[in-house]
Every structure is written in structure tokens, then in C-alpha cells.
């Protein structure tokens, strides 16, 4: 029986890879360390808002210490689990863009005053909150706004 098993088990590893099994079914855990913690959170809204405002100093100032401080938050941002890919190429254009230049040009400034003004709206959380003790009910009709219970 054992002969047979050690003999079945490269014909399991490439059929796995072929229709994608997960590990577990292999009993292989991908990271042991990690199986009993919590996913990452997504960051808060106020990192961004913050961000925000410090590009647009930057663009603004056009100093050293205003631009390192947007490439100090953004690049280690780059690389949360949680963030979007529209979020991840704004927070790429800012660690390329915010850079001291020799002339702060209104183009410099316009291109990093744009990617601050779309930080807020790329960089959200996707999922919605879910409202507790929520009385309102909803149109019958499917047109207007709804009304409060009564």
C-alpha cells in the first residue's frame, strides 16, 4: 500500500498543478506562521486624506523635506494586500513625481495636484458599511427616496 501512495504522489502534484488545488489538500500550509492571524485591514481614509494634502504641498513648495515626506508614506503603501491597482499606480506617480525640481513648472504642479485630487476617490475602501438598527424601508415602486417606518 505504501509502494502504491509513493508511486501515486508525482501523478498528484501534477494534476494539482494542472486544475489548481490548493495546498491544504496536498497538506501543505503555504505560511505556517501566519495561519492563525487576522487579514490586513484596509488603512484608514485619513492616511490618504493626509497624503492628499501633504502632495499638494509639495507640488505647492517644491522642497525636499515636503517631497520625501509624500514618497515616505506612499511607498510603503504600495505594497498593502488590500489596496486597489488604481490606487497602487496613483501611489506609483507620486513616488516618480514628487520630486524637488529646478523649476516648479505648472505642469509639475498640475500633474501632482491631480493625483492628490484622485487620491480620495481611488484609494477607498471597496466594501460598504453595514448600518445596524437601520429603520428606513425601501420604495415598493423602486423610484424615489425612502421613508423612515412608521
Not at 8 to 13: A, G, I, Y
Not at 91 to 118: H, I, M, T
Request: net charge positive; with cysteine.
Amino acid at each position: 500500500m505504501a509502494r502504491s501512495i509513493h508511486l501515486l504522489r508525482p501523478l498528484l502534484w501534477t494534476t494539482c498543478a494542472i486544475a489548481g488545488c490548493g495546498l491544504g489538500l496536498l497538506g501543505i500550509s503555504a505560511a505556517p506562521g501566519l495561519a492563525g492571524q487576522q487579514p490586513e485591514t484596509f488603512p484608514p481614509a485619513e492616511i490618504f486624506r493626509n497624503l492628499q494634502l501633504i502632495t499638494l504641498n509639495c507640488s505647492r513648495e517644491n522642497t525636499a523635506a515636503s517631497c520625501d515626506q509624500v514618497r515616505a508614506i506612499a511607498d510603503p503603501l504600495l505594497d498593502h494586500p488590500r489596496l486597489p491597482a488604481s490606487c497602487k499606480d496613483l501611489l506609483w506617480s507620486l513616488s516618480q513625481k514628487a520630486r524637488p525640481a529646478a523649476s516648479n513648472s505648472e505642469a509639475r504642479r498640475d500633474g501632482l495636484d491631480r493625483v492628490a485630487k484622485d487620491l480620495t476617490m481611488f484609494c477607498k475602501s471597496q466594501t460598504k458599511p453595514t448600518g445596524k438598527g437601520d429603520n428606513k424601508t425601501t420604495n415598493p415602486f423602486g423610484m424615489g427616496a425612502s421613508s423612515p417606518a412608521r
